[in-house]
């Protein structure tokens, strides 16, 4: 639960109502209530300040509690014996399009590179179990 000010202009046609999460504010916003009045009516007395052109009030706003969020991990399992990344790689990036792959190997190649005139290492070695 939580309180909130509510103001209600008596002599507006338009947006007669006006709401604050707290005294203070309305007061910042409105100088000419004092806050100390406004504090003593709403609070010790538990009565609306009411005057000819204005009504404010304290209101309980009630809401809903939020539902138990639970962190899920998401896995998949697979046996590594069986399972071919690489071709699940290749596999997904020759679905894609062309644009979208292009723009893939220059972010990755521009995350490798140290600053702009340096350029990529070409070289390509495999190690083999001999």
Request: hydrophobic share 35%; with cysteine; glycine share 0%.
């Amino acid at each position: 639960m939580k309180r909130v000010v509510v103001i209600l202009w008596k002599g507006r046609s338009e947006h007669p109502f006006e709401v604050f999460s707290n005294l203070k504010i309305l007061c910042e916003k409105y100088p000419v209530f004092n806050y100390n009045t406004l504090n003593n009516y709403l609070s010790k007395l538990k009565m609306p300040y009411d005057k000819d052109d204005v009504r404010i009030e304290r209101k309980l706003v009630l809401n809903k509690s939020m539902p138990k969020r639970e962190i899920k991990p998401v896995l998949r399992r697979v046996n590594m014996r069986l399972n071919d990344e690489e071709k699940q790689n290749l596999e997904f990036w020759l679905s894609r399009p062309v644009a979208e792959r292009i723009a893939a190997v220059t972010r990755l190649s521009a995350q490798l590179k140290k600053n702009r005139s340096e350029r990529m290492d070409k070289t390509v070695y495999r190690k083999r179990k001999q």
